[in-house]
């Protein structure tokens, strides 16, 4: 009850190690009570544990919709996760980037933008089993070589955090190839929430590397064979902020985490920081419009 497990492994105090050893998992509960049961060296016990198990196989779909204007070798993708973990509703991780998603594709045709680069917008299934939906997706576009037709991604994941953080997407992680590109891209992300925002000054956390330890729908797209430049907001998870940081941004809580129920029951309807929806809701259209009405989107993030 108190060990990871991972498919076809059993990792054991931190430790990987192939094993056809049937693993059981119980809930905590019921592990506590063997636990202090088996280890009493003065009464030993035994125990039976009747298992009843099912397997079973799902097909799961992304949702994907493509503006047919545009041009095609440029395509600007964004996408948001579209299950929540299994035990939550999952309000901020991801209902809110989901939602801010679909606002968006709602309201696209009424905007009176000249689209120069194809928009591509993505509902991924399956994130929170590998990121298997965005993984396909780009799998699919390496094999039919097209993968070289997405100029960029976008993701919208974890953006409405109770006691947030904003930060954009760190570049320094990413594979040399696009770590220039996507600095382009989180640095128009950085100047449209402080347009969208009354000129708030974003301040730039970068310095931890939290897509280290949270990975994302980016994922697939950064470490394909040809990698594609990504961005992104992030507004923090069970990390807890910082005085440092408290006193840069002029508000939050110290030394509590950024979002106190990230994959827990607890994220349902209002885990979420409203201020903060709306402002990253402003900065997603500006960050997004620009980057579709650009002309030269390849010199632009290429620096050429």
């Known amino acids: ?19 056809s050893i049937p693993v059981v998992v119980v809930s905590y509960s019921v592990g506590s009570y063997l636990s202090f049961y088996s280890l009493d060296s003065a009464n030993p016990s035994t125990f039976v544990l009747r298992v009843v198990t099912a397997l079973t196989e799902t097909i799961t779909n992304n949702v994907i919709a493509t503006w047919p204007h545009g041009n095609q070798a440029t395509s600007v993708v964004v996408g948001a996760q579209l299950d929540s973990p299994t035990n939550s509703a999952g309000i901020n991780n991801n209902g809110l980037g989901a939602a801010i998603l679909f606002e968006y594709a709602l309201t696209f045709s009424q905007m009176d933008l000249s689209v120069q680069n194809q928009p591509i917008l993505c509902w991924w299934s399956a994130s929170e089993l590998g990121n298997s939906g965005s993984s396909y997706f780009v799998n699919s576009k390496v094999s039919d070589s097209t993968i070289d037709q997405i100029a960029m991604y976008i993701n919208l994941n974890i953006i409405g955090s109770p006691n947030p953080l904003i930060q954009v997407y760190n570049t320094s992680v990413l594979p040399a190839s696009i770590q220039q590109p996507s600095s382009v891209i989180a640095n128009e992300m950085s100047t449209q929430f ?14 931890y590397s939290w897509q280290k330890e949270f990975t994302s729908d980016w994922n697939a797209f950064a470490n394909a064979p040809k990698p594609v430049p990504v961005g992104g907001y992030f507004t923090g998870a069970n990390r807890v902020m910082t005085t440092q940081e408290r006193e840069l941004v002029g508000d939050g809580i110290v030394n509590a985490p950024y979002d106190p129920c990230f994959q827990q029951t607890c994220d349902v309807y209002g885990n979420f920081d409203d201020q903060t929806i709306s402002q990253i809701s402003s900065a997603v259209v500006g960050s997004l419009n620009t980057f579709i009405e650009e002309k030269d989107l390849i010199d632009l993030l290429y620096q050429k």
């Open 194 to 207: 402080e347009i969208s925002n009354g000129d708030q000054q974003f301040h730039d956390f970068t310095a």
């Open 1 to 19: 009850y108190q060990r990871r497990v991972r498919a076809a492994n059993l990792v054991v105090d931190g430790l990987d190690s192939e094993s």
